[in-house]
């Protein structure tokens, strides 16, 4: 069984850092091979050269290498703070790049891109876990959840993903040690369960 992590934060001591790392001891707890991605770290260019119909394939061998293991993905993990209500651009960038057509989603014969997609990949389970600095209150009334629709409608459900757990962890600043210590557990615990069903 193959996991996927993705970890979109630019600083390596983050809390997104630090959940990554408790979901993959999780993971290989249960038994998953875990393909373990820091976009920062690795220089993922964000960039998506060409429209729809002709993201099918990429020149770049890093792209191609995490289309490979998105679409083998048993199990998929997202890390990354909320930045105006959206992802990192690296992280937008990702998905534009590597949730393509023929990986991520396809059209029936005869059906042209005004058509529904179908979703191609197999993942059983999605979990993305955000970070903030807005106390949930005064996000929920400010701005709602951007997050949720963008991750549970628009990515993973278009792309056949039906089980998307979805958790936003702060304010991050000024939390103290047992806190972040409770974060991670309830992390390593999500992933776990995810990972036994």
């Known amino acids: 069984m193959l996991a996927s992590i993705i970890v979109a934060n630019p600083s ?10 408790a979901a993959q001891d999780a993971m290989t707890g249960h038994g998953y091979r875990v393909a373990f991605h820091d976009l920062y770290a690795e ?12 993201n ?3 020149t770049d061998p890093l792209v191609e290498q995490h ?15 909320n930045w105006w209500g959206q992802p990192p651009a690296i992280l937008k960038g990702w998905i534009d790049r590597v949730f393509r057509l023929d990986t991520a989603y396809g059209y029936p014969p005869g059906v042209s891109y ?27 009334a400010a701005f709602g959840d ?7 409608r628009c990515v993973f459900g278009l792309c056949g993903v039906d089980s998307v757990i979805r958790r936003m962890y702060g304010p991050v600043s000024g939390s103290s040690a047992q806190l972040r210590a409770q974060w991670l557990d309830e992390v390593a615990a999500l992933v776990a369960d995810a990972a036994r069903r």
């Open 146 to 152: 951007p997050l949720e629709a963008i991750w549970t």
């Open 67 to 81: 289309c490979a293991q998105l679409a083998q993905a048993d199990l998929i993990a997202i890390f990354h703070p």
């Open 56 to 58: 099918v394939a990429s």
């Open 12 to 21: 390596p001591t983050s809390l997104s850092h630090a959940m990554a790392q």
């Open 114 to 140: 005004e058509g529904v997609p179908v979703g191609l990949l197999k993942a059983r389970h999605a979990l993305v876990f955000n970070t903030s600095n807005t106390p949930a209150d005064r996000e929920a």
């Open 43 to 54: 220089g993922f260019n964000p960039v998506q050269p060409t429209g729809e119909s002709g």
